[in-house]
């Protein structure tokens, strides 16, 4: 359910860029980022440690910011050039991902364009998200999450992480979709190590139990900080292909 992508056309300054707009935003006084509280309808905005997963029933250690195409963004005075670079971000964004589901379409047997108008990012029912998250640094901090067990309920996310914050870790193998009441308690985890660059490809229910059956796997996994010792700020970015509100989505099977 994880794959790393290479050469994906999104170069190192780009994503050094964007991760310099998001730190810039996460610095701001919290009155300035509260400009544009987090929707719980549209689920854009800013949240602040309000995260609760199932799996912990306790608030993820971090805060995030939410945005779609139109909907309310940081300002250029407030983050100088959030939106010209954020918008050159986004759309290589929605390319990567494109050629991606074009990729397992064709694995699978099914036409290239199989997946095109089901997740047209330009359709105004469209839910696809960027997500900017910051996780503090943090001391000994056994007993608490970053972000607890999950798995991602749209269809593919992409995520960009920074050289040397680390914290994601993965569990492969499980099938997720049929065993979601343990949340993989007692399995094994194992950590991805974070670096500039590539970016970590996973896979969500949507496409897993929707539209492949679990022949793609939704892998349980969460952002870990050392239960002993200190742990450096943590800053990734995040793409979800989530498809289309509008759109009934069916899986070969019409299941």
């Not at 991760?19 to 935003?25: E, G, N, Q, T, V």
């Not at 689920?43 to 029933?57: A, D, I, K, L």
Request: hydrophobic share 35%; charged share 20%.
């Amino acid at each position: 359910g994880f794959l790393t992508l290479v050469d994906h056309g999104i170069t190192i300054d780009e994503i050094n860029a964007q991760f310099a707009l998001s730190k810039s935003f996460f610095d701001l006084p919290k009155d300035i980022k509260a400009k544009i509280p987090h929707d719980t309808t549209t689920n854009n905005g800013w949240e602040f440690y309000s995260q609760v997963r199932p799996s912990t029933r306790t608030a993820d250690q971090k805060e995030s910011f939410w945005l779609q195409r139109n909907s309310e963004w940081p300002s250029d005075d407030d983050v100088p050039n959030f939106s010209a670079t954020t918008n050159n971000f986004l759309r290589k964004c929605e390319a990567i991902s494109d050629k991606v589901l074009t990729c397992f379409s064709t694995a699978l047997g099914f036409p290239t364009d199989y997946f095109s108008t089901a997740m047209d990012v330009t359709a105004p029912d469209n839910l696809t998200q960027l997500r900017m998250l910051h996780y503090p640094s943090s001391n000994d901090a056994m007993g608490s999450w970053r972000a607890g067990v999950h798995t991602d309920i749209g269809c593919l996310t992409l995520l960009f992480q920074r050289d040397g914050e680390d914290g994601l870790e993965v569990c492969p193998g499980r099938e997720s979709s049929s065993s979601y009441i343990l949340y993989a308690i007692g399995d094994t985890f194992f950590p991805l190590p974070a670096e500039t660059g590539p970016i970590v490809v996973n896979i969500g229910d949507m496409l897993s139990t929707f539209f492949f059956y679990d022949r793609l796997k939704a892998n349980f996994h969460r952002v870990h900080a050392k239960e002993v010792g200190f742990s450096l700020d943590r800053y990734s970015i995040a793409y979800f292909n989530t498809g289309r509100k509008n759109f009934v989505m069916q899986g070969p099977q019409k299941k």
